[in-house]
């Protein structure tokens, strides 16, 4: 059995359960978008309380996009399980890439809540924070406290 520092176990815990969480978010995300673009049994009552209740709309790329980044997070685990220290690195770009985009979402809302508080336009005007939320923003949540805890450890890495 290898023996693992207790940091390496810790980014090793934290990549497999992010990475998990991201993959799942990713799976089913994707599932509603190509039920929404195929639809080929009708599913949009089915589709339309399992993905509120989640906050996933059906958005592909985005999809796509969470799945890529609990890809990159579990490839890090991977790497640290199989004693690379290289699996670091994918951790923290995992960290980056998902603060990248929830950053992007969290633009977005306050975009489209700006659109409807100054505009006052009628098809705006029943903005609802809910219809916005995405899951790279409540995901992005534990990368930000990985952030945290190894922010010093990130500059380290460029000296």
């Not at 100054?118 to 930000?144: C, S, T």
Request: glycine share 8%.
């Amino acid at each position: 059995m290898e023996h693992y520092s207790g940091r390496s176990k810790e980014k090793m815990l934290f990549a497999s359960f992010t990475g998990l969480l991201y993959v799942l978010a990713g799976s089913i995300q994707l599932f509603f978008s190509l039920c929404t673009m195929m639809d080929p049994c009708n599913m949009s009552y089915f589709k339309s309380d399992i993905a509120d209740l989640l906050f996933a709309p059906s958005d592909l790329i985005g999809s796509l996009i969470l799945l890529l980044i609990g890809s990159i997070f579990i490839y890090g685990m991977l790497d640290l399980r199989n004693g690379s220290n290289e699996g670091i690195a994918y951790i923290y770009v995992g960290i980056l890439i998902s603060l990248l985009f929830a950053a992007v979402y969290v633009l977005v809302m306050t975009g489209n809540w700006m659109d409807s508080y100054l505009l006052n336009d009628p098809e705006i005007k029943g903005w609802d924070f809910v219809n916005d939320l995405r899951p790279a923003i409540y995901l992005g949540a534990l990368p930000l406290c990985g952030y945290l805890i190894w922010k010093k450890e990130f500059g380290n890495m460029n000296k």
